[in-house]
Each structure stands twice: as structure tokens, then as C-alpha cells.
């Protein structure tokens, strides 16, 4: 069945010619599981203590409580509080390394970094009480990082990016609640302390739990990464590229860059220009070297550097099986152990490179911020030797790629919304008030094999500008509606509702928005909070026509990011719920009560047509209430009869 929902060409050719030849993908994988545990799917099965696993049965008629007496209202809760805790820790950790990175630049022992946006770098810094005049860009980013790493330790809630950035309102709100976090690693630590066995039991206190560590992430951990991966590797500005497979050369050393962080993707870019390595891939007869993305850290170097993107999160193992890349090189997050088997099929070698993400059967060759450049050559060097072990008579490469605009960001927004002269985010607020656009959407997050395997990003996108939502992107859903063309503003503003339509053709950009990687989702935080401060479409976040949907969400930093976009009181659709459907009242607080509490909730949704409607229903709600003008021009629609490929 999951394979069915598949209807990216360049995926489906790559899977039908290999299944023919026996080599497995996650698909076959997924549809081995199935039909999968029910108690795990309901979040009813606890294995917090070794009395346990215990399970609750969900027809009332078997055991109601675990051997120490927790009811399926703490076993849901508390797992889900838990998964929530190691997402927020994943794009944090991440942001931490990236102030090591900051500090390394500062004391200068570094290789093949340097401060590519020292604008931004002076902007951030004076945020952080820094004083930067007669500075010198290494002395900054040494005060810097250590200032961004002291956030992580805090035990107060002086955390400097939420007090200073988040909306009045919503830090009224999360004082109320008490879940204005304090520093990102203490809440993480009180996160997996409170889900101990014997600790918090009430859902709702651990629910507070979940509000505050994902807030931690959100406004803390996430969006350090993204400002210092800014003044590191440069802020994005809009850039043309392509995705999909068929980025991959016939005639050309072919590497792929998979997993999360910049420091990484960003080196391997730069040593891949070296004029002796190019030289030396020719002698192998080649034409040159194409390095390709994956996954985030595709989206990293998408945005800054224009790289090609082989590819989303249920590409990874396809891609090796085109047989035309001569090396994966690997970091954190998201990196699917089938990658070694699909590699086992072909010459490609595959390369790990972090000490906290080995992989069994892999090379390993660690990768270190004092001898990055070398590191990377020597990286590019192994994938240029590989090449004469390509089996020609094996590579397939599907001729799809697609032509898209990405590197969108909060502050640069505000250029193409204002036009030249007029930077400001006073047009899009002005559009949204009159009528012209209704609101703005964001779609982000994984492609899952449970779901459309990336399909119902396209349609629930499709359906939203449509009618005149504009629709900002990150993550593996950015990436799967470029590859289906929706990030080109030549063909994206035809499929956009009228009033959506004049305003991406007066400033040239197209309805759906890419903002980069998944701890970018700061960027839409940012964005949102500007458009508060320019007025007129809601005093606070709760209160503009605003929604988000990671309709394919797989990880658990996408539960992450999904809680700190309700916490700060936006609407969030996931495709499947949370594994909280095996308690009704856990089911209900979030997706009802809640928004009593934040202003903002969840609501499950498979359907793209029916989730996009959801949202559109829940802008519409948000305009009703402030009363801003109805819409220019209405469209029609069926809710019915809609299938994701169209
Ligand atoms: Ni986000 Fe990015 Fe993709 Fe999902 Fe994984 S790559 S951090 S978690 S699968 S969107």
C-alpha cells in the first residue's frame, strides 16, 4: 500500500528497476512491519521500568493500568513528553556544536571556516550585550560563542533569544503557564528526569513539560543554529538550483551529501572545487565532480550555495541505488541504516563521519573542525579513485530535476515583500488585511512511507495557494514540492488563487517559500513576529491568520517543532497523530483544550485536501476575529474527490 501513494517519477523508477533485481528500500521494509503493533501506535505500551513492558487495553476489557499503577493517560503523555525532549536535544546539540565551531574561529584553529556574513555577525552579537565596535570579526566570534553556549547552561529563565525576540503576549503566556524555559540543556535533563518511572504522572504537568523543553528548542536551540550557521557559511539569499535525481552526472564523480550540519556539507563543497581534484577527476575520465544534498544538510548548501539537492529523506537509499555515486558522506540525524545494504549493491562507498553517529559496515573517517579542508579532500579524493569501479552497465539516472528559487529568510523577506526601497513587512500585512492573501501557512517537515511518501506535501501546498495562502517550506517537504516544481515562481504563480497570484507577481517571488533546513523553522518564528510588530493583522502570535502542517512527520524533532509552534499558539496539522490516540483525555487536551491555553492545538489529518482546508478554515477564524476584510477574490473548491497526485 505505501509504495502506492509514491508519486515522485524519478523515486518509482529507480524502485520498480531494482525491485526487479531484488535490492530492498525502506518500502519493503515498512510493508514487512506491517500490520504494526497497535499498542505502540495508540502510545499505550510503557517501557519505562523493568516490571514492564506493560500495556493498557484499549477495549476496557484487559488491564487499565501498568504493574506500577500508571493509567494509558501517563503512558501517553509521558512517552510522548519524552520524544519530545530528543528532539529538542537533536537540533540543540547541533546548535551547540555550531557555537564550538564559532569559538574555534575566534581562537583560530580552524581550517577552511571563516565568518562569511560579518554583518550578521555584529547584529547578534550586539543583541547579546556585546560590545562590537574596533572588534575584529575573530575576537567577536569568540565572545560570541561563548555567550551562545552559555544559553545551554542557564538555569534561570533569562534564556537571551526568547526575552529578547518572542512577542510580549506569549511571554505573558509561557509565565503564566510556567514554561518559559530556562536554559536548553536543563530542560532537556528535567524533561527525561520528570518521564523517570515513579516521577510526574499528571498528563497535564507533563504536558507542561513538553511545551517548555520544545519551547527550549524553538526559540533557544533551533534558532541559534540558524543565526550562527548565518554569520558562518552566510545568509541565504534567493538562488536558483535543482532537485531530484537527476542531478546525478552520467560522466561526472557523483558525491552525495547526507544528514544535518553545515560545517560538514559546506567544506566538502569548497574542497570539491579544488582545481588538482577536478584535474584529477578527469584523468579518470570524467568530466568533473558533482556534489548533491540530502536531506538537510542538501538544504544548507541549497540555500547559500545554489548546490543541487539529490534528494529528500526517502531518497537516501535511491539514490545509491541509481549505482552512479561513488560516495555518501554522512553526518547526524535522519541517516537511515539501509543506506549500507543499498550500498552493498554497487561500488559507492559510504562514509561516516560524526563520533556520535557510527554505522555498522561503514567507513569511518572523523571529521574535525582544525583539519576540515584536509579531512574533506582526502573525502573527495576516495570518491574520485572509486569512480573506475562503476559498473556503467548498472546506473540508472531518472532525468527528472526541477528548476526551483530557494534561500528565503525572515530578514530578507522583508526586501522582496517591500520591494528596493521599501524594506518592510508592511505590503504582506497590508495584502493579508485587504483581502489579497489570506494567510500564510507553513508546510515542513519529513516524507514517510505511512503517508504519501511525500505526495501530500505537494497536494496540501497546491491546495493552499489555491487559495491565496502563502506558503513558507523548510526541511524534506520544501524539498519534495520543488522537486514537483512548486518553489519555481514561473510555474508555482499559475497554480496560485488571484489575489496570491498579483502580489508573487508583482514582487517576483514564487507562493511557496523555501527557508532553508528544519532547525530554519526559527526563521518562520522570526517571521511571525515581525509581522506582529508591523501591526494590524493581530497583536500576537496567537492572534494571526497563520497555520503549519508536517503532514509526513517521522522524526521526533518533528514532534519538536510541532509543540513549540502550539506553545507559541499556532494551529499544527500532522498527517498521523502523536502516539496519544490510547487516551482520550490526552487526545482531546491537545487538540481541544489547548487552545484555551496557548492559543494555539493540534489537529490530525491525512487527507492534504482536508488538512488544507483546516488550516484555511482556522485563517479564516483568525481574519473573522480581527475582523480584517473578506477576500478579494474567492475560490472554489471540492473537498471531496481529491487525490493527492493532482
Ligand atoms: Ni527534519 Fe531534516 Fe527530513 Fe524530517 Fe529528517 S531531514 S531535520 S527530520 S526527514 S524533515
Not at 504536558?207 to 550562527?228: C, F, H, N, P
Not at 540525524?333 to 563521519?353: D, L, N, R, Y
Not at 507553513?442 to 493552499?464: F, I, Q, W, Y
Request: hydrophobic share 40%; with cysteine.
Amino acid at each position: 500500500m505505501s509504495r502506492e501513494k509514491l508519486k515522485d517519477k524519478a523515486s518509482i523508477k529507480i524502485l520498480e528497476a531494482r525491485k526487479s533485481e531484488g535490492m530492498e528500500t525502506i518500502w519493503d521494509r515498512y510493508e514487512a512491519q506491517q500490520p504494526q503493533c497497535g499498542f505502540g501506535l495508540l502510545g499505550i505500551c510503557c517501557r519505562m521500568c523493568n516490571m514492564g513492558p506493560c500495556r493498557i487495553d484499549p477495549f476496557g476489557t484487559g488491564p487499565q493500568k501498568g504493574a506500577c499503577g500508571a493509567t494509558a493517560d501517563t503512558i501517553a503523555a509521558r512517552d510522548m513528553t519524552r520524544q519530545t525532549a530528543a528532539g529538542s536535544a537533536s537540533h540543540s546539540d547541533h546548535a551547540r556544536d555550531l557555537g564550538h565551531t564559532l569559538i574555534a574561529i575566534g581562537k583560530g584553529t580552524v581550517q577552511g571556516y571563516s565568518i562569511r556574513d560579518p554583518y550578521k555577525l555584529r547584529i547578534i552579537a550586539a543583541e547579546y550585550g556585546i560590545k562590537v565596535e574596533n572588534k575584529k570579526d575573530n575576537e567577536l566570534a569568540l565572545e560570541l560563542g561563548e555567550r551562545v553556549l552559555q544559553e545551554f547552561g542557564k538555569q534561570d529563565d533569562s534564556q537571551l533569544t526568547l526575552s529578547k525576540r518572542a512577542p510580549k503576549r506569549q511571554q505573558e503566556i509561557w509565565k503564566k503557564l510556567d514554561i518559559f524555559p530556562r536554559g536548553i540543556d536543563r530542560e532537556v535533563v528535567e524533561t527525561l528526569a520528570r518521564t523517570h518511572e515513579g516521577m510526574d504522572q499528571d498528563y497535564k504537568n507533563l504536558i507542561q513539560s513538553t511545551m517548555r523543553v520544545s519551547l527550549a528548542d524553538g526559540w533557544g536551540g533551533s534558532m541559534i543554529a540558524t543565526e550562527v550557521s548565518d554569520i558562518l557559511f552566510g545568509s541565504p539569499k534567493p538562488i536558483r538550483a535543482r532537485a531530484n535525481l537527476g542531478v546525478l552526472k552520467e560522466d561526472e564523480v557523483n558525491i552525495i551529501i547526507h544528514g544535518h550540519e553545515p560545517t560538514l556539507s559546506d567544506v566538502i563543497v569548497t574542497a570539491s572545487q579544488d582545481p588538482e581534484l577536478i584535474k584529477l577527476a578527469k584523468e579518470k575520465g570524467t568530466k568533473g565532480i558533482t556534489v548533491a544534498g540530502l536531506c538537510c544538510t542538501a538544504n544548507e548548501i541549497l540555500v547559500r550555495r545554489g548546490i543541487p539537492v539529490a534528494g529528500n529523506f526517502l531518497q537516501q537509499e535511491l539514490s545509491i541505488l541509481t549505482g552512479a555515486v561513488e560516495i555518501m558522506v554522512v553526518d547526524i540525524q535522519c541517516v537511515s541504516p539501509g543506506i549500507a545494504q543499498a550500498a552493498s549493491h554497487f561500488h559507492t562507498k559510504v562514509i561516516s563521519t560524526s563520533a556520535k553517529a557510527s554505522i555498522p559496515g561503514v567507513e569511518h573517517i572523523d571529521f574535525r573542525e582544525d583539519n576540515a579542508l584536509d579531512t574533506a579532500k582526502k573525502i573527495i579524493k576516495i570518491a574520485i579513485d572509486n569512480y573506475p569501479n562503476r559498473d556503467k552497465t548498472k546506473v540508472i539516472i531518472p532525468k527528472e530535476a526541477m528548476d526551483l528559487v530557494a534561500g528565503f529568510t525572515a530578514e530578507n523577506i522583508f526586501y522582496h515583500l517591500g520591494g528596493k526601497f521599501r524594506a518592510s513587512y508592511k505590503p504582506l500585512n497590508e495584502n493579508i488585511a485587504n483581502g489579497r492573501i489570506r494567510g500564510v501557512a507553513g508546510v515542513v517537515g519529513c516524507d514517510n512511507p505511512r503517508m504519501g511518501s511525500g505526495s501530500s506535501h505537494v497536494a496540501l501546498v497546491k491546495e493552499l495557494i489555491k487559495n491565496n495562502v502563502l506558503v513558507v517550506q523548510t526541511g524534506c517537504a520544501a524539498i519534495e514540492c520543488a522537486k514537483e516544481g512548486l518553489l519555481t515562481p514561473e510555474t508555482a504563480i499559475e497554480m496560485a488563487g488571484e489575489g496570491l497570484k498579483e502580489v508573487c507577481k508583482a514582487v517576483g517571488i514564487p507562493p511557496a517559500l523555501h527557508l532553508g533546513s528544519c532547525v530554519d523553522n526559527s526563521r518562520i518564528l522570526i517571521a511571525c513576529t515581525e509581522m506582529v510588530k508591523e501591526g494590524g493583522i493581530g497583536k500576537s502570535l496567537d492572534e494571526l491568520p497563520v497555520a503549519g502542517a508536517a503532514l509526513e512527520w517521522m522524526a521526533e524533532k518533528a514532534m519538536a517543532i510541532g509543540w513549540y509552534f502550539v506553545a507559541s499558539g499556532a494551529l499544527v496539522v500532522f498527517g498521523t497523530p502523536m502516539r496519544i490516540s490510547g487516551s482520550q483525555a490526552v487526545y482531546d487536551y491537545v487538540t481541544k483544550d489547548m487552545e484555551n491555553i496557548t492559543g494555539g492545538k493540534w489537529a490530525f489529518e491525512e487527507d492534504p485536501i482536508k488538512a488544507a482546508h483546516l488550516m484555511i478554515d482556522h485563517i479564516d477564524r483568525k481574519r473573522k476575529a480581527l475582523k480584517l476584510a473578506p477576500m478579494m477574490y474567492t475560490q472554489s473548491y471540492t473537498v471531496t474527490g481529491h487525490l493527492p497526485s493532482e
